[in-house]
């Protein structure tokens, strides 16, 4: 037994009958063990998506004006900046060094928590972040100098990948450590899609690594395994990540259990079943044999359960607690996020049937898609678990309410807006491009009508590509407040409050000051 | 509750089917033909479909044993305890009051 | 530790599942196409690529072309009305929609998912080598209206020695663009030259497939 557990033991002797101020006690010596790995991942995260918004405006705003920063003043034309470097140097930014990053802290966090143990070994964990950001790092520079691999979402120089894998490797085996170590007791389901997540991610991603780019399969299986990964980036890491911060925030901060923990168990495994054979529909009647297409069509559509089982589940619970979406700004980024999962997933499946993918697909509309998805559902989330954990940890309030609510309104608006652009473009080029949305219309001299020419359907999509910069812009501006109140409070300006509101009004009690102090 | 379910999602299922015929255009067909008719992967398909099987089984079974049926409820209220009791709202908004804080805040700095 | 394993082994099946089902028996049904020989002249269908190509593939995976461009030409999942084609054939991307033969020895494979430009399956059909160099040097004045980003960084600068280099950019045919001033001629890198050699590697249309023979 180490010496923290047996700290822990001498503290608590027996589990059950605790006083509610050792209970406090006992969750802020949890929370304050997260401190170090957690600071670690969010601080870096937070710098990551700072940069990840940066390129983000400057590829949006490369589709519409594409002469925009082609030159650098003294040194003439450089490939740095050209839109196929930028492009994939934005989603890696994003997926590896913003969501990751911050998923990987909101895991540390909920496991010390969910195990009811301090966080044991944080030097694995802090080694693991440093590798994580070493290898981000390394990967984006590599994509930015022309080294990229050129298969989409693992662009990173296989160098990069080899660190991001033992970095992630570290991780699996510090959660294993922790989930040995947990007290007794049922297994809560964030537990469970963690656990999912942290077992599915390295073998999906040394899987493909092996298959793509070291000893790489030829072709349109290539295009196969691809897209199995892409997808199931989504779908068995972030989308774990995010429900297992729902399941457990919702509740713990309207103060109301789940509704039915059967419907999250049954959400859990029709999860884990589907959504891993999903890749298939982004090759929609492309060269691959029309099975592998059915199949993913298939469970793609299977994926209503998953989707609504946590839809009701997770408004059942809310419901009553609304009125709570005005005060507490975690509930509001996550019930934001949670709606948004729904909508990202019946899109999703609305998107997958080969009628409808015909029109969407090769359009803006599945990049549409993805940014529910990523940004509407999953940033969102990760936001909304930042303003609750981040307090805990420091033990300090947020410098500004009125940072966080232009930080929640920016984002949201700007988010939305984005992606009525991206699905309205999208829409319109992609009828346009399958010629069923004609210039003229049939008539007995011209039987099939004339259909636009490309060069018209590319025209067509720069006002909406427009609108969709001027969100962008929208949105860094919200991800500036966020950094500055982020920052505000790790230099402990604004106001040390002795009753910290984030923290509970209980907590003012002297038991607990003397532990956080 | 659970056969409500289990009947909604077998029919959302043959409905899903039932339009996939609609979707399928008519020449639709299996792209490549490597030989005349290969068995390998309808009998991976079949292997796994048991497999799946089993993996249910075994977990419906786990499930059953080890409790997690009963007392649904008390599984829902793990994340409690005597010290943020349910009920408990946990999260609000920082106090808004700036310019007071601006004083303060100096007094802090220093 | 019981619940652990059991939620393990259920995690690891249904995973297990997918990756068997997405992964590995495409690669079984799909991993041992050969590419097909011509009977009469014994060529190969899809022809090898040459090395200049090869290499033009990297620069083409190195800056981004897939983000824009697709390598695919897709049939049509509608009903289409008596003697019309698919609309990928319609556009004249090529004249049969392409199989996973045609992508025989991709490393990495370009299907891309976005068409904010055309598709690439057959664009060696379409252009020469010549159109290409300017249109990548300038493609806003070569086609009106395209939002392609100027890939310049992919040619340099030189003083013209004795009759010029065979492949500098002809600026008569660039319109609205400044050419180098007096002595001075801009030719293509290496870099350029191989991906100018893939693009017009890029047939896909010009040799028949068993399988495309409905």
């Known amino acids: ?517 | 509750m659970k056969l409500a379910l289990t009947a909604l999602s077998l029919a959302y299922f043959s409905i899903v089917g039932l339009c996939r015929a609609d979707f399928s255009p008519v020449e639709y067909r299996d792209d490549i033909i490597l030989t005349p008719i290969s068995y390998v992967p309808t009998m991976i398909m079949v292997v796994v479909t048991l497999l799946i099987t089993v993996s249910v089984a075994l977990a419906l079974t786990w499930a059953g044993k080890s409790g997690q049926f009963e007392n649904l409820s008390s599984s829902a209220e793990t994340i409690f305890d005597e010290g943020e009791p349910v009920g408990q709202v946990t999260d609000k908004f920082p106090p808004h009051k700036p310019r007071k804080n601006k004083r303060r805040l100096k007094g802090v700095i220093v | 530790m019981n619940k652990l394993s059991t939620l393990f082994v259920g995690i690891f099946i249904t995973f297990v599942s997918a990756w068997l089902g997405l992964v590995v028996i495409p690669y079984i049904q799909l991993g041992g196409l050969k590419p097909e020989k011509d009977e009469i002249t014994g060529a190969l269908m899809p022809p090898a690529l040459s090395g200049s190509a090869q290499r033009g593939r990297l620069v083409y995976a190195a800056n981004g072309c897939v983000y824009c461009h697709s390598q695919q030409v897709r049939g049509s999942a509608r009903r289409l009305p008596e003697g019309e084609v698919p609309p990928d054939i319609a556009r004249g991307w090529g004249a049969r929609r392409t199989f996973p033969r045609d992508y025989l020895g991709e490393r990495p494979h370009f299907l891309g998912t976005m068409r904010t430009g055309p598709d690439l399956a057959n664009v060696g059909l379409r252009y020469t080598a010549d159109w290409q160099h300017r249109h990548l040097y300038a493609p806003a004045a070569i086609s009106r209206g395209s939002t392609m980003p100027p890939f310049r960084y992919l040619y340099k600068k030189q003083r013209i020695v004795g009759a010029g280099t065979p492949d500098a950019l002809d600026f008569s045919l660039i319109p609205g663009v400044e050419p180098p001033e007096e002595g001075y001629e801009i030719v293509p890198t290496e870099q350029a030259r191989d991906l100018v050699a893939y693009l017009l590697a890029l047939r896909r249309s010009s040799y028949d497939l068993p399988e495309a023979a409905e």
Request: charged share 10%; with cysteine; aromatic share 14%.
């Open chain 1, 1 to 517: 037994m180490s010496p923290i557990s047996a700290q822990q033991s001498a503290l608590n002797p027996d589990a059950d009958s605790l006083t509610p101020a050792q209970r406090m006690a006992e969750r802020a010596a949890i929370d304050r063990s997260c401190r170090t790995p957690c600071l670690v991942f969010f601080g870096t995260s937070m710098f990551w998506l700072m940069l990840g918004t940066i390129l983000a405006i400057i590829a949006s705003t490369k589709l519409h004006t594409p002469e925009f920063m082609v030159s650098l003043p003294f040194f003439g034309d450089v490939g740095l900046l050209t839109f196929g470097r930028i492009r994939p140097a934005h989603l890696n930014t994003v997926i590896y060094g913003w969501a990751s990053t911050a998923a990987l802290g909101v895991c540390v966090w909920l496991m010390a928590r969910l195990c009811r143990v301090q966080v044991m070994n944080t030097w694995i964990l802090v080694t693991a972040g440093a590798l994580w950001n070493l290898g981000v790092f390394v990967g984006m520079l590599g994509i930015l100098l022309g080294w990229s691999t050129g298969v989409e979402w693992l662009e990173m120089p296989t160098q990069a990948a080899f660190i991001l894998f033992t970095s992630y490797a570290l991780m699996s085996v510090w959660a294993i450590l922790m989930f040995a170590n947990r007290k007794p007791g049922h297994i809560f389901v964030s537990q469970w899609y963690i656990f999912g997540a942290l077992f599915w991610f390295p073998w999906l991603y040394g899987c493909v690594q092996i298959l793509l780019l070291l000893q790489p399969v030829e072709g349109s299986v290539q295009g196969i395994i691809n897209w199995w990964f892409a997808h199931n980036v989504l779908g068995l890491w972030f989308t774990p990540i995010g429900l297992a911060t729902a399941y457990y925030l919702i509740p713990k901060v309207t103060g109301k259990p789940i509704h039915s923990y059967y419907l999250s168990i049954l959400g859990f495994w029709s999860l884990a079943l589907f959504y891993s054979w999903n890749g298939g529909h982004h090759l929609v009647n492309g060269p691959v044999p029309a099975w592998i297409i059915s199949v993913s069509i298939v469970a793609s559509a299977m994926m209503i359960i998953p989707v609504v089982t946590v839809a009701i589940n997770h408004h059942l619970t809310m419901k009553g607690s609304f009125h709570l979406l005005k005060t507490s700004p975690t509930l509001r980024f996550v019930v934001f996020g949670a709606m948004s999962y729904t909508l990202a997933s019946l899109q999703g499946i609305s998107m997958a049937f080969r009628i409808s993918n015909e029109v969407t697909h090769f359009t803006h509309y599945t990049i549409g898609h993805s940014h529910v998805g990523m940004y509407l559902f999953f940033t969102m989330m990760m936001f909304g678990a930042m303003y609750y954990i981040m307090p805990r940890l420091v033990g300090w309030e947020w410098p500004s309410a009125r940072l966080i609510k232009i930080h929640f309104w920016c984002t949201a608006v700007g988010g939305v807006v984005m992606i009525i652009a991206l699905a309205g473009g999208g829409i319109e080029q992609g009828l346009k491009l399958v010629n069923i949305w004609l210039k003229e219309a049939p008539t007995e001299a011209n039987p099939s009508g004339t259909p636009y020419s490309f060069m018209e359907i590319l025209a067509g999509t720069l006002p909406w590509l427009w609108v969709r910069t001027m969100s962008g812009i929208l949105i860094f501006i919200g991800h500036v407040a966020f950094g500055i109140n982020f920052v505000l409070m790790l230099l402990r300006r604004g106001e040390r409050r002795l009753t910290p509101t984030l923290l509970g009004e209980k907590s003012s009690s002297p038991k607990l000051e003397a532990v956080t102090a």
